[in-house]
Nanobody, 121 residues
Framework: QVQLVESGGGLVQAGGSLRLSCAASGSIFKINDMGWYRQAPGKQRELVAS???????NYTDSVKGRFTISRDNTKNTVYLQMSSLNPDDQAVYYC???????????????WGQGTQVTVSS
């Protein structure tokens, strides 16, 4: 069994910063790509940023220069440092990881439970 547990969401004023964390635990053999998605009310879930096992990163255009994704492979944890937040960033943020487990030895995506980010103007 694999779990992704997120933390770090909350309320922040426009222009402020937040750092999200997501730790994977369980019968993990290896983790490939990790990423952060977000979903605002009435909108589709969108990819915000991703990072592969070699630390190559990818960002959606709207967060480039403001958000930074990183990971600690020794802790099976991915982070999202968010700066210069604006009301358009308000959403539930979900952690995602492509994980190979000890049981299956086949990669599949796992999701966190989501953490709310609220930006006040």
């Amino acid at each position: 069994q694999v779990q992704l547990v997120e933390s770090g969401g909350g309320l922040v004023q426009a222009g402020g910063s937040l750092r999200l964390s997501c730790a994977a635990s369980g019968s993990i053999f290896k983790i490939n790509d990790m990423g952060w998605y977000r979903q605002a009310p009435g909108k589709q879930r969108e990819l915000v940023a991703s990072i592969d096992k070699n630390l190559r990163t990818n960002y959606t255009d709207s967060v480039k220069g403001r958000f930074t994704i990183s990971r600690d492979n020794t802790k099976n944890t991915v982070y999202l440092q968010m700066s210069s937040l604006n009301p358009d960033d308000q959403a539930v943020y979900y952690c995602n990881a492509d994980i190979v487990t000890m049981l299956s030895l086949r990669a599949r995506p796992y999701w966190g439970q989501g953490t709310q980010v609220t930006v006040s103007s």
